[in-house]
């Protein structure tokens, strides 16, 4: 499955940092890291958001990655929006173990500044 995610300046150094190979431990204060199913919305949480965080030096990526269907499978897709936004809640403690399941590299794919 590819799926899409939003992330600032700081969350796009440590994906460099890894390799493009994972997505870094979330902080204390973020209990879910949440993939999205469309770049659409990616996009728009990029746009809208990262541009306006001075912690994400005001700049906005989209990645896009792989995953195995059959552990994305195990979690339920969530819509928080309108009927293209919808994402999945992944715990943060779950983290280290989903990103075993990336197929390939993260790829960034767009980049929006203030």
Same mark, same amino acid.
């Given at each position: 499955?590819?799926?899409?995610?939003?992330?600032?300046?700081?969350?796009?150094?440590?994906?460099?940092?890894?390799?493009?190979?994972?997505?870094?431990?979330?902080?204390?204060?973020?209990?879910?890291? =949440?993939?999205?199913?469309? *770049?659409?919305?990616? @996009?728009? %949480?990029? +746009?809208?958001?990262?541009?306006?965080?001075?912690?994400?030096?005001?700049?906005? =990526?989209?990645?896009?990655? *792989?995953?195995?269907? @059959?552990? %994305?499978? +195990?979690?339920?897709?969530?819509?928080?929006?309108?009927?293209?936004?919808?994402? =999945?809640?992944?715990?943060? *403690?779950?983290?280290?173990?989903?990103?075993?399941?990336?197929?390939?590299?993260?790829?960034?794919?767009?980049?929006?500044?203030?």
């Amino acid at each position: 499955m590819t799926l899409y995610r939003p992330i600032g300046e700081k969350e796009k150094l440590l994906i460099e940092a890894g390799n493009y190979c994972a997505f870094p431990p979330r902080l204390p204060h973020q209990p879910i890291f =949440y993939p999205v199913l469309n *770049e659409q919305y990616a @996009t728009e %949480i990029a +746009q809208r958001w990262n541009t306006k965080d001075p912690n994400s030096n005001y700049t906005g =990526y989209v990645t896009r990655f *792989e995953i195995e269907d @059959t552990y %994305i499978s +195990q979690y339920e897709i969530h819509t928080v929006g309108d009927h293209y936004h919808q994402e =999945y809640w992944i715990p943060a *403690e779950e983290l280290e173990n989903f990103n075993l399941h990336l197929l390939g590299p993260i790829q960034i794919i767009s980049k929006f500044t203030a």
